[in-house]
């Protein structure tokens, strides 16, 4: 089947005849966070279908928005990641992002959720006027998923994995995890019932709470 185009000159027409067909989003929202594997990618985006994945990540190979690269062992895999064109894609997602959190109910029976979906959703919790001056790393060890987000001079990173020397360690299941973000459980009373675990001192703890917006 050919690839569809609005056949509209027009920016806009034309950024959605690349990045507009279903799940495409998804995909780049996947390697926003870091490249992955073709099975990393069809696991964390259910339903897809194999077939479907290939044809999205061929469509993005050859608007040379994503690329492939080889991990030596002991990796020993090929994983896609986003090129520089599109990495251009991630304030577009973050803003949308925003947008959605706007009308962002309870989740739905059925729903799909991963921590690691949250590595971006920081960008649009944080709160850069309360971290000016501020030079902390913290680690989230979320289910069997680790996740970091750093701030230093006003300005969010984040990543998978790990980070070194982080001044705050969170460690929650994902329940109690997507509880807090959704704020029906504030992190202190989390804490309290024995729910989330925390390495590093409370000053941390506050400065946390209080750039990505959660009420302690």
Known sequence: MSKRSYHQYC???????IVGE????????????????????????????????TS???????????????????????????????RGLEPVIIELGKWGSLSHALPN???????GWSVLAMHFAFRPDLAVGLSERYEFRIGDEIFHASVEGGELKTGQGPVDG????????????????????????AID???????????????????FGLPV
């Open 22 to 53: 279903r799940w495409t989003l998804l995909i780049i929202r996947e390697l926003l966070i870091g490249p992955k594997r073709f099975t990393d990618i069809l696991n964390n985006l259910p339903g897809i279908g194999t077939n479907l994945i």
């Open 109 to 115: 029976t059925g729903d799909q959720f991963r921590p």
């Open 11 to 17: 920016s806009i027409a034309h950024a959605l005849d």
């Open 193 to 211: 019932a024995g729910n989330v675990r925390y390495q590093g001192d409370e000053g941390a703890l506050r400065h946390c709470s209080e750039v």
């Open 166 to 189: 982080p001044d705050l360690v969170i460690t929650a299941d994902s329940y109690t995890y997507s509880a807090i973000a959704m704020q029906r459980v504030t992190l202190m009373e």
């Open 56 to 86: 999205r990540l061929k469509d993005l190979e050859s608007e040379g928005v994503i690329g492939r690269r080889w991990l030596p062992p002991p990796a020993g895999s090929t994983v896609y990641e986003l090129t520089e064109k599109g």
